[in-house]
């Protein structure tokens, strides 16, 4: 268990230090959602209608641009030759890695989110919607771009595949978090909630197998 | 035959279907069997330069 | 001849070059032989004549989302008993789906324009086929960005099986996200209620696709075994 | 304590070339072996066969052990200590952080300032990766290796960017771990200045 917690926040602290992804996929966060006012006009009864799918993408892509350094850093400097042989298994290292994304980048978007729906005047059933969708959401997002983070980890430019890979994976979880903010919005009980969990909870537990496969074959050069 | 042509109004729309799906065909038939033939030359010349050292 | 046999590639091009000429002759002839039928079937009441897109696109979305099924299990057998021939056969399907999958997208666009007015509409199974093609997307720019022939073998493998599992789950999203926002969607799953006579020539465009799959999927394979020992000879001899 | 490394017809292939075939060796505790070899005579992936990153084609490996003989290529894993050509430091963690990090990971109780002291980097504790030169980099990863309690060390070009004093130190490192029982396999150009067996790889 002290090797898990060990990986974990050592991966937290890098992601959180200079040069780490978290405070940049903040930015990018913050900067891509104040262009849609930009792009789609001031109309504040148009801005919170699209609110919910606007931060949900936003959220999302904001979190893939810290994944493809999720393995890949390790791989190049060599550190996951020795993190493959600790006493660790390979699938948990792989859940520590996407716990630590999701602590990194994950909860830190979903706050944030919060704060920026007020630039789209969002209600607040609709505001409360969108953080609990975000905090169910981001999980599965760290665990499917792990998988691709996984996937494209020799591969120098990995980061542009990546999302290519990863977000027609996403789909369901967009659509069932932007669906739950609009079900709020308009007062309407929809099972959106429900069907992200379960979407969010079948991501968390498979991809670590299809993670712990993605880093055993690259290894094997 | 121009009635057949015009298809009741929508010809436009059920040649250019038509046209499409020949493109795509043809292009996938055509694309294989080049690769397939190159790939047989490429292995015959190097069988042949084989036999002849 | 258990299919494990086949996975000698010696054996799989003898096999292969009897059957191929078959498949593509009985490719042609289903082919032939629904479009005649599609014509020959009288305008649809409710459609008009636009019903004969519909023998061009069920088909071709049908044969992408078998494609991507075959690749996926041909991956699972290379993942699992690290068959080279299944590797080979799953990336050889990959590019075929992708074309048919575009074409499933634009002949159903074509066929949604003179009924919606719109040259796309955000239907559910247009929309779950645009998204199969991303996956389609995903996994040829997979294999073609990892050198290591083997290691970019099993990485589009995972790829394949990680999107298998997903694909129900993305078409269920999406049908979920059509009721979310249009209400009951004019293409009711498999589109408008069929009538029997048009059964006939779509079940035969369907049955050509397939076929015509198959057969340009096994051209595609002996091809790769072809280069590969192309490629073997060439490096013995470089060294 | 039984503890030795058996290689048995062991084969390697690498794309369509074969490296090595039918290699047979085995070394016993408290020994050191140096692989000798030309550059891409397969050295490194060798080591990477013994470690269980890679599958061979052929062969097996088997370490004996007081709990039995263990073949699972990530069972044996869990004995090995790697040395790879990089230093696996990152330029954001300060040097106590690294060797704290990899001995809870590691779970080996041992601890870290003691390491440091051997390898001379009390001095380099508070500085991040990013300052450290090519040779204290190289002396971490040995303080590291020490740190992780591994009883089969494999090195790859241990003394690769060294000077006269780091390339004793290495050798020290060495026989202070083969005197306690521990296995060495050592891929080098050089001598490893230790009383080692030698095998040869490739077409020597």
């Known amino acids: 268990m002290t090797s898990f917690l060990a990986l974990l926040f050592r991966d937290i602290r890098l992601a959180v230090r200079a040069g780490g992804g978290a405070a940049l996929a903040l930015a990018f966060f913050a900067a891509v959602v104040t262009l849609v006012p930009l792009g789609v006009g001031a109309d504040l009864r148009l801005l919170s209608r699209i609110a919910g799918g606007v931060l949900w993408v936003a959220a999302v892509l904001a979190a893939l641009l810290s994944l493809d350094r999720l393995f890949q850093a390790d791989y190049e400097d060599g550190s996951l030759d020795l993190i493959v042989l600790s006493p660790l298994q390979l699938e948990a290292t792989a859940v520590a890695k996407i716990g630590a994304h999701w602590l990194a980048t994950g909860l830190p978007l979903t706050a944030l989110s919060a704060l920026l729906a007020v630039l789209f005047d969002l209600s607040q059933a609709g505001t409360g919607a969108l953080v609990l969708s975000l905090l169910i959401g981001t999980p599965a997002v760290s665990a499917i771009g792990a998988i691709g983070a996984a996937l494209t980890l020799s591969i120098r430019r990995g980061g542009l595949i990546l999302p290519l890979i990863v977000l027609p994976l996403l789909a369901p979880a967009v659509i069932f978090g932007s669906g739950a903010v609009l079900a709020a919005q308009d007062g309407l009980a929809s099972g959106a909630l429900y069907l992200l969990t379960a979407f969010s909870l079948l991501c968390v537990l498979l991809s670590p197998f299809a993670v712990a496969a993605s880093v055993r074959l690259n290894l094997a050069t | ?53 | 001849m258990s299919i494990f046999e086949l996975a000698n590639p010696k054996r799989f091009m003898q096999v292969s070059a009897v059957f191929l000429p078959w498949i593509a002759a009985a490719a042609a002839v289903t082919l032939a032989a629904g479009l005649v039928l599609g014509f020959a079937v009288p305008p649809d009441y409710q459609q008009g004549t636009t019903v004969r897109i519909m023998f061009l696109h069920v088909p071709a979305a049908w044969t992408a989302m078998m494609a991507y099924g075959l690749m996926a299990v041909a991956s699972a057998i290379g993942l699992i008993n690290r068959h080279p021939l299944a590797d080979v056969a799953a990336k050889a399907a990959a590019p075929l789906g992708a074309v048919f999958t575009a074409l499933g997208l634009v002949t159903g666009s074509l066929w949604g324009k003179p009924m919606w007015g719109a040259w796309w509409v955000w239907d559910g199974r247009l929309t779950s086929f645009l998204l199969l093609l991303f996956l389609y997307l995903g996994y040829i720019a997979l294999g073609g960005a990892i050198e290591d022939e083997n290691r970019s073998a099993r990485a589009c493998a995972i790829l394949a099986i990680v999107g298998a599992v997903n694909l129900p789950i993305i078409e269920f999203s999406v049908d979920w996200w059509t009721t979310l926002h249009q209400g009951e969607s004019i293409l009711r799953k498999g589109g408008p209620l069929i009538a029997p006579v048009f059964l006939w020539p779509l079940f035969l465009m369907a049955l050509g696709y397939t076929l015509l799959f198959f057969a340009l999927w096994l051209v595609r394979i002996r091809t790769e075994i072809v280069n590969r020992r192309a490629r073997t000879l060439t490096m013995a001899r470089a060294t | 304590m039984t503890f030795s490394l058996d290689v048995e017809d062991l084969s390697c292939i690498r794309g369509q070339r074969a490296l090595f075939r039918g290699l047979r060796f085995s070394v016993d505790a408290g020994r050191a072996v140096s692989l000798q070899g030309a550059n891409g005579a397969g050295k490194t992936s060798l080591l990477r066969l013994l470690a269980g990153f890679l599958m061979p084609a052929s062969g097996t490996i088997r370490l004996r052990t007081d709990g039995g003989d263990i073949e699972h290529a990530e069972d044996r894993g869990k004995f090995v200590g790697w040395f790879g050509h990089q230093d696996a430091v990152k330029p954001q963690l300060a040097v106590r952080e690294q060797l704290a990090f990899f001995a809870r990971l590691y779970g080996s109780g041992r601890n870290p300032d003691e390491a440091m002291r051997t390898f001379g980097l009390l001095p380099l504790a508070e500085l991040p990766g990013q300052y450290l030169s090519a040779g204290q980099k190289r002396r971490l990863a040995l303080a590291r290796l020490q740190l992780c309690a591994r009883p089969l060390w494999l090195l790859d070009e241990p003394l690769a960017a060294l000077d006269t004093a780091g390339k004793k130190l290495v050798a020290q490192t060495i026989v202070a771990h083969c005197a306690c029982g521990g296995i060495v396999v050592a891929a080098t150009h050089e001598a490893l200045g230790v009383a080692c067996e030698t095998l040869l790889l490739g077409d020597g």
């Open chain 2, 1 to 53: 035959m121009s009635e057949f042509l015009s298809q009741g109004g929508y010809g436009f729309y059920v040649w250019s279907s038509f046209a499409v799906s020949a493109a795509a065909v043809g292009f996938m038939i055509a694309f294989t069997l080049c690769a397939w033939r190159k790939a047989k030359r490429a292995l015959a010349a190097l069988q042949d330069s084989e036999t002849n050292f």
